[in-house]
């Protein structure tokens, strides 16, 4: 199996992750990983569950697991994904990691389980330049389908040049981070609309 990255921080630091074959998905770059991480737990959002979309090969929810996070949901539509993500798990012993395939707009449409917590944390990372980036903010910057905490925090990974909107339903950028070609933009929702 190719590479997939490693865990850089945590219970499972420096193990290495599988990737699928052919190189169909996109690692988080350890610079990005431990910037965005770093972010996450400086403002203590590993306390609770992490919610991995367009999840790849599980590294943000592997990494988020193993500095602490109690529970890791990993969706993603391709299978093939799907298996290394659980393969990438077992490796790494883990408790709290759920895979759902599932294309994540559908999945967002139908709101939180009610028998799920609110997620703390979460991550979008679809491929660059897919409107579907905008369609999944849409759906978690609605409070009625209930997918974040109150104080809950959203990441999009994008293409620099792409900039995500400011606003999405009750998200609201607070800032972008650079690294090269990538970009990190965190969306809060402001105390009015939690």
């Known amino acids: 199996m190719p590479e997939g990255g490693r865990i850089i921080?945590?219970?499972?630091?420096?193990?290495?992750?599988?990737?699928?074959?052919?190189?169909?998905?996109?690692?988080?770059?350890?610079?990005v990983k431990e910037s965005l991480f770093g972010s996450l737990e400086a403002e203590g959002l590993l306390g609770g569950p992490f919610l991995d979309l367009f999840a790849g090969t599980g590294a943000a929810g592997i990494e988020a697991l193993s500095r602490g996070a109690p529970r890791a949901t990993f969706v993603e539509r391709d299978g093939g994904n799907c298996a290394v993500i659980g393969a990438n798990l077992r490796r790494t012993r883990l408790d709290g990691g759920r895979v759902v395939r599932a294309d994540v707009v559908a999945f967002l449409h139908n709101?939180?389980?009610?028998?799920?917590?609110?997620?703390?944390?979460?991550?979008?990372?679809?491929?660059?330049?897919?409107?579907?980036?905008?369609?999944?903010?849409?759906?978690?910057?609605?409070?009625?389908?209930?997918?974040?905490?109150?104080?809950?925090?959203?990441?999009?990974?994008?293409?620099?040049?792409?900039?995500?909107?400011?606003?999405?339903?009750?998200?609201?950028?607070?800032?972008?981070?650079?690294?090269?070609?990538?970009?990190?933009?965190?969306?809060?929702?402001?105390?009015?609309?939690?």
């Open 9 to 31: 921080a945590g219970t499972c630091r420096g193990m290495r992750l599988e990737a699928p074959r052919g190189g169909t998905t996109r690692p988080l770059s350890d610079r």
């Open 111 to 194: 709101g939180r389980p009610t028998d799920d917590q609110p997620y703390r944390a979460c991550l979008v990372d679809p491929p660059y330049g897919d409107p579907i980036l905008s369609q999944a903010l849409e759906l978690l910057g609605d409070g009625a389908k209930g997918w974040l905490a109150p104080d809950g925090v959203v990441v999009a990974k994008h293409f620099w040049r792409d900039e995500p909107p400011p606003e999405v339903g009750e998200l609201r950028a607070s800032r972008r981070r650079r690294y090269g070609e990538t970009a990190l933009t965190f969306y809060t929702r402001p105390e009015e609309a939690a």
